[in-house]
Every structure is written in C-alpha cells, then in structure tokens.
C-alpha cells in the first residue's frame, strides 16, 4: 500500500490474499496445528488482524486489558465519580457496558471504581417507528438494564423539545485533574474504603437497581409528531443525521446534569471513530477534529464526554459479544436501508471498510493520526463565541480564510470587488456565505442572527433544514447570547458623528 | 426553451451555469469573473509582488494551461514576468505529447519555455526506470509518490536556472481537497501539518510556492479553457490508474454528489487542522534521501515513516503501536 508507514506487510507472506472480514471462528484451515500466539498454548478461535489467533482467554485478557488501560492511562475518571454509560442498542456500547459492569464486579482485579449509571434514548420518532414497535423495542431495552443492576434513565428524543435554554450556555469548564491531584484522589478513597471496612465496602458497592427516570412519562402524540414533522422537513439525510446526533446529545448532557453524573462515556469504536473522522473532515469541521475523535470531549463545559472503546475495532467488539454473549438490543436508524450514496457518513462507511479490505490498515492509519491531532485553537487565537449547536469556538473569520472568499464569489453579483458583503442580496443568499464580521445584519432575519453564532459545519447543515426549529428555546437563543451585541447595533444606527452626540443624547 | 440572460452584461444569451452559484453567464462574463477572481486571490494574499519572475510549472494540462494563460492576462496588472517551465518526466508515450503542447503554448503566447529533464537533473533516473525499480508486490505504485517529490525539485532548479524569485503551479480546490483526504487514509501526518495555506513561503532556502487557483473548482477551470479555446494536453499519466491518489478522487467525486459543497468543506478543514508539531529536519531533503534509496538498491528506504538506513547509525526501529500491547501494568485509577 502506499502507506507513509511500510512496514506492515513485512512480516505476511507474499502473494497472499488480502485478509477478509472473517465470520467463521474456527482456526485458519491452512495450520490445523497451530496455537495461540499470545500463550502458546491454547487452541485458536478468532483472528484479529492477519496471522494473529488467540485463544479464547488471551483474546478476553486482551480486550479487557485495552478498555482499563485506556482509562487508566488517561487519568480523567476519578474513583467515586457518578458516570453516564450512554448506551444505544448496538455492539459497541452494549460491550461497554459489560466491560463497565464486569470491571465493577468484586473478584475483578483492580476493580473499577467509579459509579455508573446507563441512559437509553428513544429515537424511534425519528425513523417513523409505530408506537408498537418502539414500546416493544423499549420492553427489550428494560429487560437488558434490568440485568445490569446499574441506576437506569429511558427517555425519549422528544424531551429535547421541553429543554430550558440553560442546556446551550456553556458551563465554565472545571480545571482539569492534575497528576497529584488524581493520585491524592485515589489515595483519599482507598483510605475511606479501609475506614469502613469490609461492610462499608460492601454497602458501597452493592448496585441498587433503582426505578427509572421518568418524568414526563411516554412523549404525547403531538410531540412525536412534531419531531417526525422536524425530521421530514429535513432536505438532506446528511443535515438529519447531523441534527439527530446534535439533538440526542443535548439530551443526554441534560440527563447527566440533572442527575449529578460528571462523565459520560460513549461506545465509539476505532473502527466507527475512523469513519467520523474522515466524516467530520469533509462536513468541514477540520478545526474540531480532535474533540470529535479524541479520548476526552470537554467543550461541553462541566460534562465531559469520554470514549474508552476507541481502540477496539469493530471486528474485536463483534467477536467478543459473540463470544461473551453479551446483550444488545438492535434498533432501526435513521440510515437503516439507506442506498450508499445517500449521505456524506453512509459514503464515508462505506469506502472506508471497503478500502479496509483492500489494504487492512486504513482504519489503524486513520487513528494514528487522529492521535496526533491536538486541541489548540489556531494560530493562538483567543477562545472566542461558542457554536450553538456543537458548542466549538467558532472557526469562521473574515481575514485569510479561503473558504470566506470561495462563499462569497458564489452570491455576489460579477464583475465588482468581492470585498464588501454589508448588505447584499437579501432572501435566501444572506443565508450562506457568512465570512462577514457580525453587525451587518440587523437582528430582523432570526435565522440570519443564529447563521452568525455557528460555526462553519453547522452553517452548512442549517442550509438544508428550511426553518428555524420548532421549540422555544431554540428561538430565544439568540437575545440570550449576546445581548450586547444587540444593544450596540441598535444605538449604531442613530449615531451621526461626534459633533450630533451630545445632542442626540441630550434629547433622549 | 431559450436560454436565459447573462446576470452579468444583459445583453449576451448566458451560455453556461456556474457550478458554485447557480448563476447564468454568457461566455466572455464568466472568463472575466474567473480572471478577477484568481486576482483577488493573488493580491489578498500577496502572493506575487510587482516586480516578481514568475516561473509557471507547465505541464500542457488544462490546469497548468489555464493558469499560464490568466497570469499572461493579469501579468501588466500586476507588474510580474513569466517563465514557463516545463519538466520532463521520462515517461514514454505520454510526457513528449504533452511537452509538444506545451512548446506549442509557448510560441502561441510568446512565452520563454525552459524544460528540465530528470535524466539530466538526477543522474539518469527517468520514471520508468523509477517505475521498474520500485515495482514490488505492492497493491498500489509507489512510484508517484517519486514522482511528485521530484518533480517539485526539478521545477525549484528550473526556476533558479531562469533567475525567478517565485513558483506557482496550477492546483485547483479539487486537487487540495483530494490531497487532504488522500494525507489522512495514508496517514501522512508530516504533509497534513504543512499544507492547507494557500502555498509557501519558502522555507530551508526554496523558492516561495504558491497556487493561483487554489479555489476554483475544477469544473469551472475546464469551462474557462473551453470559452478561451485554450490547446491543452488531456490525457491521463500511465501510471496514474494505479496511483492511490485514485481512491481519493473517487472518494470526493461520491462526496460532490452527496453534496455540492463538499469540495469548499474539505478546504476549509484542511486550512484549520491543528496536528503535533513536526520533529526536527532531517540530514536530506525528501527527494536527495529518495534518490539516495534509489541509488543504493532499496527504493522504499526514504518513504517509510523512520530514517532507518538513512544513517547507518540511526536510532532503532521503534515498535510499533499496532501490536499487541506489551505486559504493562496497568495503573491504579
């Protein structure tokens, strides 16, 4: 392959044929006598890469050994910290979830030590389902947390239409644990832990299966349908699909807050973050890469969203759950059955896995650069306004950008400078294209005034969705963020010249 | 149905739509609001001071032939003389055609022409000796990645040896999109934190680069040579096929029809990525350690991500990540 890195396929033979996704789970026909590469020992029965076979129990100590080390390296979880398992249905999470529950059980070696709690969100309104189907869906889901014994939350995506505004102000980020401060953290717990003894620890750790979160009850018929009404009007799969991942995650940050829960940990393996990433490349979010696809998201302010599957791939989590038996409950999605071309994510899954077959270390190259990402603003800029919807500083300027420029000579009329845009083409051009600085807009258009307070990635999606969105805190954003800005455009308009001031202000 | 008026002057028919924005322009409009913006481009980021030797990288492909033509239009505008500057690959059956084009370009503009060769240049190795050296059991062709390296040294000493102070190319928003999305499947981290601005300005005592067209989409670059019947080579590199620049390309082709914009979006990520900073340079400059490995028998020795060989006492081969992890303790937490 024409990798940066050739030392791959060193070590396979030549002329053989490229690994295939490999559904059987006995051991290779080629070497009937061949043994476990990790302990020599054991008979084979999966493959991770090409020529790698573990038997079962170095298979389990591997994946086990991946997920603590992946939190244990990065040092953000600290012990006595209420997290939030964001579970949806599918492999990925539901082997989180295990993991989380397995690591917490009392004769696991270095127990984990913090506190779960899971959150399930029904997105049936999105796809169309019937009442029938997501209730019976949501039966599944009850039996499977059930079994967890962890503190359960269902909710549904309607709840995001009864969000207060408080959800998109940015909390003030909580300075991040220093080493000390994380070692004097454990110390501190293991010292509460021998002060309580043995039935201290016990009561600590006992799960109490508490009753669900369930304020509002099922969503009302209207709310259902103002979400598939939303959802229709939606021009692009790309933008619904945008819109549904910006939606669900509002909600689940809201659960977290009003319950206390500091982290929330997400299922993404490296396989799906691989394809986001190049996702998140072509939806023009190159600026924010490293909070999309990195260990640890914290723009969000006092919730931190955390990844600890991100160095599974997809192939290890299928084998395991297989393996394992772990429980997951399969949903329809916005994408099921959607033909390949649909969106930008069903575009990019596909090509990555099919280039993953072609050359087996697309999806480890892809990750090995997105560990090299790093979250710093560019060229020192200072943290300025905050996206609304994906809550990342804004990365649209006027000075060098070229992308600025490329947006403006597609609305401005030919053979003038396109230097100026104060003012130009109203209707459905002001829109789009906004290089411009703030203030060349009068506050009348609101869809314009929320245009301004998102970033680039937003900006494009919001073309595709043909009105502001229903539901009052989305309305009422823009007077709440900058009122300032608001005040000083409107004095702007009456103000003359120096000389005229006094005058003006003397008369007001 | 009649076509509709040009938007621009009114009086002509529009004989053509621009990809971008939708807007009906007759033919002369549209090759004059390519031209003033390719203009702007230069003067916002001062790309080519009055005064300036421009060598033009012309390779007789719509690009290149484009690119020559505007600066030969913007050329008293702006106060710069141009060089063309052609590079000779050695690749049988396809560079001599495309070197007639652009001989011919040359006579037709009244441009100086100089072509470099890289028999001449790199004591012998034209690409298809490159070609068959670094044929392998790859699945793909290493032998561009040879080729671009040393094409942009060619061009460097083309542009001293006609005494220019700058070198543009004619790469359009398509060619910086597919690159981006090519530098991340193959994980180029080193070509990823350098590129995205609009060129360089020269850095270890290289001519400042730029590229003029950065971003105007390919499409309208070809609307452009067809309204100003430009003569231009249009035929792909032999080696091309194979070249896994190929999936990118597909790639952004399927992007562009999922949606319009794709193009502009992936400019505008790979202008704002933020990666680790670079580790130091290092002994030689890519095409002299390419040329190095080619010389000694092991082609592949400068394109690996590690010097080892570069320096018979470098440091060791580090391990690499994908392994299995090794038996570390896992820390407390």
Known sequence: MCEMSEEYRESAPKGSPPPRVLVSLLPMPQNPGQKCVKCKEGLPVVVIRAGDAFCRDCFKALYVHKFRAMLGKNRLIFPGEKVLLAWSGGPSSSSMVWQVLEGLSRDSAKRLRFVPGVIYVDEGATCGQSPEDRAKTLAEVKLVLQTTGFPWHIVALEEVFSLPPSVLRCSAQEPLGTESAYKAAVDSFLQQQHALGADGVERQSQHCAQDPHSPAGPPTTAQTQAMSRLFDSVKTLTAKEELLQTLRTHLILHVARNHGYSKVMTGDSCTRLAIKLMTSLALGRGAFLAWDTGFSDERHGDVVVVRPMREHTLKEVAFYNRLFAVPSVCTPALDTKAPEKASIHRLMETFILRLQAQFPSTVSTVYRTSEKLVKAPRDGCVAGPRCLLCMCTLDVDTADSATAFGAQTSHLPQMQPPVTQAGVAAGPCCCAGMGGGPGCYRGEDPRAQVMEQLCYGCRVNMKDLPEVLPGSFWVSVPTMRFPRATAEQEVQEYLLGDSEDEARTSES | ?333
């Open chain 2, 1 to 333: 149905m009649p076509a509709p008026q040009c938007a621009s002057c009114h009086t002509a028919r529009a004989a053509l739509r621009r990809p971008r924005s939708g807007q009906a322009l007759c033919g002369a409009c549209f090759c004059a609001a390519f031209e003033a913006e390719v203009l702007h481009t230069v003067l916002a980021g001062r790309l080519l001071p009055p005064g300036a030797v421009v060598a033009v990288g012309a390779s007789g492909g719509k690009d290149s032939t484009v690119l020559a033509h505007v600066l030969r239009e913007l050329a008293p505008r702006l106060g710069i003389s141009l060089h063309l500057v052609a590079v000779d690959e050695g690749i049988g059956g396809y560079r001599d055609a495309a070197l007639a084009a652009v001989r011919r370009q040359a006579a037709r503009w009244d441009l100086p022409l100089t072509v470099v060769a890289y028999a001449d240049l790199f004591g012998g190795w034209t690409m298809d000796a490159v070609a068959r050296s670094t044929a392998g059991s790859g699945r793909s062709r290493a032998c561009c990645t040879f080729c671009g390296v040393l094409r942009r040294r060619a061009l460097e000493e083309g542009a001293r040896l006609v005494g220019a102070t700058h070198v543009v190319t004619g790469h359009n928003a398509d060619d910086m999109a597919e690159t981006v999305l090519m530098n991340f499947l193959r994980g180029d981290a080193g070509r990823l934190a350098r590129g995205g601005g609009l060129g360089s300005p020269g850095e270890g005592g290289a001519l400042p680069r730029c590229r003029p067209l950065q971003l105007a989409s390919q499409k309208e670059v070809v609307l452009y040579a067809h309204f100003r019947r430009l003569d231009y080579f249009s035929e792909e590199c032999v080696y091309a096929p194979e070249a896994f620049r190929g999936h990118a390309r597909d790639l952004l082709k399927m992007l562009e029809a999922a949606r319009p914009s794709a193009v502009l979006d992936l400019v505008h990520s790979a202008e704002r990525l933020a990666l680790a900073p670079r580790r130091p340079a290092r002994a030689l400059c890519q095409a002299c350690a390419l040329l190095d490995g080619l010389n000694r028998g092991r082609p592949r020795l400068a394109i690996g991500k590690g010097r080892r060989g570069l320096d018979e006492e470098g440091p060791p081969r580090e391990p690499q990540p994908s392994r299995p992890p090794t038996s570390e303790p896992v820390p407390d937490f």
